[in-house]
């Protein structure tokens, strides 16, 4: 008897386990949507994208707010909150039949709302202009340059990046300009180097302004080089970059 | 000598004006921000939709 009570309560418990375990495997977690949906939306990766999706899915983690309705279509509301810091941060409104973002709202430092987007997206500028790249596109490969690698870029030394942040690559921009990106998957550091050539700085004060939308900007000059540092991070981690370019040049 | 005066005062307000860095006037006066900024920071926002994972949400890109 109470053999036979034993072997019924562990069938009843197999069951419950069992309907516990495919309830859990039917419900997609936020990781995994995420997942999809940069699967979907590139059909062939290069190295560049193949870096700065494991870039993303190493320094954010992913929580499932709940569900919404955008343009009629039902969407998983999905925050990425970045491992390192509080801030900035990002949350995605994913189809959940198709896997495609629907919106997305984007903070800066400061809890500043600097971005919402409901796609389909048309492209923004800060002033309306057109682009304003040109000239070559080069992309390095992956370099933690965190203390120990001084042999990043010709031109300076950084001393330490933010953590979770990787060299991704240099491109030429105008009037002599070069620009180095850093990115950790979702957001970028970029720091703009130009070699006094004609006798005339572009940037004559030395400082940090914010622009909204954009971030904090550090302007300096070493020597004969003047630089600009733009990003939207905690401004700490932000100075150490602008402190060690202006260390060594 | 009243019209050297007046020519030189003439030359000596076009010399200043050749040294005052009228570009950066201008600039300061539409966004408090020179041209130069406004061109990085647009480089640096065009950076952030097509070097991080924006470029595989975003359509177009």
């Known amino acids: 008897m109470n053999t036979r009570r034993m072997l019924v309560a562990l069938v009843v418990f197999c069951v419950a386990a069992a309907a516990a375990w495919t309830r859990g495997r039917s419900q997609v977690g936020p990781r995994r949507l995420v997942v999809e949906v940069l699967e979907s939306a590139n059909s062939t990766f290069s190295p560049v994208d193949r870096k700065l999706f494991q870039l993303f899915l190493a320094n954010y983690r992913f929580q499932l707010l709940g569900e919404a309705v955008i343009n009629g279509r039902v969407a998983w509301v999905v925050v990425a909150k970045p491992k390192f810091r509080k801030q900035p941060c990002r949350q995605f409104w994913i189809d959940s039949k198709q896997r495609v973002v629907l919106a997305f709202k984007d903070w800066g430092c400061g809890s500043v709302l600097k971005r919402v987007e409901v796609l389909p997206y048309s492209r923004q500028q800060i002033s309306g202009k057109g682009s304003p790249l040109r000239g070559s596109t080069s992309l390095g490969g992956d370099r933690v340059l965190c203390g120990f690698d001084y042999s990043a870029t010709p031109f300076y030394r950084l001393a330490c990046l933010p953590k979770g942040f990787r060299y991704i690559g240099r491109r030429v921009i105008g009037s002599g300009w070069h620009q180095d990106i850093y990115s950790d998957g979702a957001y970028a550091v970029s720091v703009f180097t130009r070699f006094l050539r004609s006798g005339r700085w572009e940037n004559r004060n030395s400082g940090l302004v914010y622009l909204a939308g954009v971030g904090f900007i550090f302007t300096g000059r070493q020597g004969t080089v003047e630089y600009v540092v733009v990003g939207d991070l905690p401004l700490p981690e932000l100075r150490v970059i602008q402190e060690s370019i202006g260390k060594n040049f | ?61």
């Open chain 2, 1 to 61: 000598m009243k019209r050297i005066g007046v020519a030189l005062i003439l030359v000596l307000f076009f010399a200043a004006a050749l040294f005052v860095d009228w570009q950066s006037c201008f600039d300061r006066r539409s966004n408090n921000l020179s041209a130069s900024l406004q061109r990085l920071a647009r480089a640096h926002v065009d950076a952030e939709n097509r070097l991080t994972i924006a470029r595989f949400i975003l359509p177009g890109r």
